[in-house]
């Protein structure tokens, strides 16, 4: 059976019969070479499929980076003077086909010896992920009880909610669909904090992150569906892909700007003709092309006008979209299958969070921090397991902490936290002030107080940490309510030597069924956009087809109901006559194992 795609080009596969085959180099390879917009892991996976599997000479791969840095979204640094900072992290799942399959053929940089996956691998197999503590209330008191708690109604909502159609869900917010009370249960704080959604966000992202992770809902509870890296993300995925790269000659310019690229367009060839550049000191470094060179644009950055504070300096909100939005709308203007950027980065007030890197320099506050894991955030294992909310916080605020040391050469005492808040317009319940206008020593108390450290000491106490609050205004523009054609196709029709890269391309698979905010979703666009422009032999995996198994299926909606027989709305005679057909067949078999019967 042929898989559905939107190029004839792209071949979607499962197992690991084109995973495990070495690729041919594709025909006129050498004649080409390609520039890359970006250096995101969208546009550094690019890179890599082209050296592995395009066989193109890595001497030949140019990097247009408009910061002094590779990484894009996915960073983690230690800023001079300030401390350890990170805009957010990823959270892994079994299911990245194409993140792993790049990551198998990558050195790591914590263990050469080994590949980034089997580093990633035995990392959570020594150590897997598990929450003792999703949510508290009430100044660090533990407040879930490891359930959904939903009920037969709600669960029955959720389901019909995932059988609706794409085309349906076109423009639609979660608020339009979810019912009130579906919005306050503990299903939705889970939900909602784990992924970053608002109810204003897409009700068509949310149902295919539901589809998407079907076979995850038993672990979402715990956690213990998550994996983690063992030091922080840019250490653990970035440096070994940029490493690979340099190794076989790319290379990165840094402090480019890249405002526009024009086309030539017909009505049945799209061509990119000219990438419009300047360095920092505004000169025009502008680069023709033909037909055989190759240019991989990132369009749209969820982190796109980051604004940074420290101790004593509120984050600055900066709500103009600038950079590689420009960039975009620049593109769009030149054909309306080229996206709608509007649509994601016009109202920073629906799209925006602030995060907060906060250290804690000695082993007082650490002490709260056990009380609430159980854990000590000083054996060098999962200490949070990922986020743990706290339910009455009036910014929804959460944190977590990752294995220590999360950064190489980080001092023995420290304890690196990272927390964000959903809501950043509203004051806050210690430090009465909405968390955008923050310093970070005032989000540090806000977060001591919520867990649990007394009033009388958090002044004290947070005098012992430092902290740098990041204000992201499009941190989930990639959420907001879109329909089909607001985001381009990663290689659009007709195209014959661009392609787009990253959270705002569509990809080729028909329907769609990866998720953005994930970096599979980044390496997926990267991926189909090689071999299609280049014409690798292999396919590309389709996304894990969990969605389409019975057995995940039944297995969902137990865990909804939190282990209870579902409820169903069938009289008396006509459940006895189902159950007398099944009798005794493999579908009897099925629903006794799943506990459906």
């Not at 085959?21 to 890359?36: C, F, H, M, S, T």
């Not at 890269?501 to 980044?522: H, K, M, N, W």
Request: charged content about 25%; aromatic content about 10%; hydrophobic content about 35%.
């Amino acid at each position: 059976m042929k898989l559905k795609t939107h190029d004839d080009r792209l071949t979607l596969t499962n197992g690991n019969y084109h995973s495990l085959v070495n690729a041919r180099k594709p025909k006129g390879i050498e004649d080409k070479q390609a520039y890359l917009v970006g250096t995101g892991i969208a546009s550094l996976a690019a890179g890599c499929f082209l050296i592995r599997d395009a066989h193109m000479d890595g001497r030949k791969i140019t990097f247009l980076e408009q910061l002094d840095i590779p990484g894009g979204s996915l960073d983690g640094q230690v800023r001079q003077n300030v401390g350890y900072v990170a805009r957010g992290g990823r959270e892994q799942g079994h299911h990245f086909e194409v993140l792993w399959d790049l990551f198998s053929s990558l050195p790591s940089t914590e263990d050469p010896n080994m590949t980034v996956l089997d580093h990633f691998y035995y990392t959570n197999h020594d150590d897997p992920n598990f929450s003792n503590c999703r949510i508290t209330k009430n100044q660090g008191e533990r407040y879930d009880n490891g359930k959904f708690n939903l009920g037969q109604d709600l669960a029955k909502e959720i389901a019909a909610f995932t059988m609706m159609t794409d085309e349906e869900l076109q423009n639609k917010s979660i608020e339009d669909i979810f019912s009130e009370e579906l919005l306050n249960t503990d299903f939705w704080t889970i939900w909602r904090t784990m992924f970053a959604f608002e109810n204003w966000h897409s009700a068509l992202e949310m149902k295919l992150y539901m589809n998407r992770f079907i076979h995850h809902v038993d672990g979402l509870t715990n956690l213990s569906a998550l994996q983690f890296s063992r030091h922080d993300q840019y250490t653990s995925f970035v440096k070994p892909m940029v490493k690979y790269l340099e190794d076989h000659g790319a290379k990165f310019e840094y402090g480019v700007t890249v405002d526009n690229v024009e086309f030539s367009i017909t009505d049945n060839k799209k061509v990119a003709k000219r990438i419009v550049a300047r360095d920092k000191r505004e000169n025009d470094i502008s680069i023709d092309l033909t037909e055989n060179d190759l240019v991989f644009i990132t369009n749209g950055s969820m982190t796109e006008g980051s604004g940074y504070g420290d101790d004593n300096t509120p984050a600055p909100f900066n709500k103009e979209p600038k950079g590689c939005w420009t960039l975009w709308r620049n593109i769009a203007t030149q054909c309306d299958e080229f996206g709608n950027p509007d649509k994601f980065c016009t109202d920073p007030e629906k799209s925006n969070w602030e995060s907060c890197t906060v250290t804690c320099h000695d082993e007082r506050v650490p002490e709260y921090i056990e009380k609430i894991t159980k854990r000590s955030p000083y054996t060098g294992r999962t200490v949070t397991g990922g986020i743990v909310t706290a339910e009455d916080s009036s910014w929804l605020m959460s944190w977590t902490i990752n294995r220590q040391e999360q950064y190489y050469g980080q001092p023995e005492k420290d304890v690196v936290v990272w927390v964000y808040g959903l809501f950043t317009d509203v004051p806050g319940d210690y430090i009465k002030k909405p968390l955008r206008d923050c310093t970070g020593k005032e989000i540090t108390k806000e977060w001591l107080y919520h867990i649990g450290v007394p009033a009388d000491k958090i002044e004290e106490l947070a005098e012992s940490c430092t902290a740098i609050p990041i204000m992201m205004p499009f941190i989930t523009s990639q959420f907001m309510p879109r329909e089909f054609g607001d985001r381009p196709y990663v290689v659009p029709k007709n195209a014959v030597n661009f392609a787009f890269l990253g959270q705002y391309a569509e990809t080729l698979d028909d329907p769609g069924r990866d998720t953005v905010f994930t970096i599979e979703y980044s390496g997926r666009t990267a991926m189909e956009a090689v071999y299609v422009l280049t014409g690798v032999e292999k396919g590309v995996p389709e996304v894990y087809a969990s969605r389409y198994d019975i057995r995940y299926l039944l297995n969902a909606g137990v865990n909804l109901l939190d282990g209870e027989k579902p409820e169903m709305d069938l009289p008396p005679l006509v459940k006895r006559k189902i159950q007398k057909q099944i009798a005794g067949t493999e579908i009897e078999k099925l629903l006794k194992e799943y506990e459906i019967l």
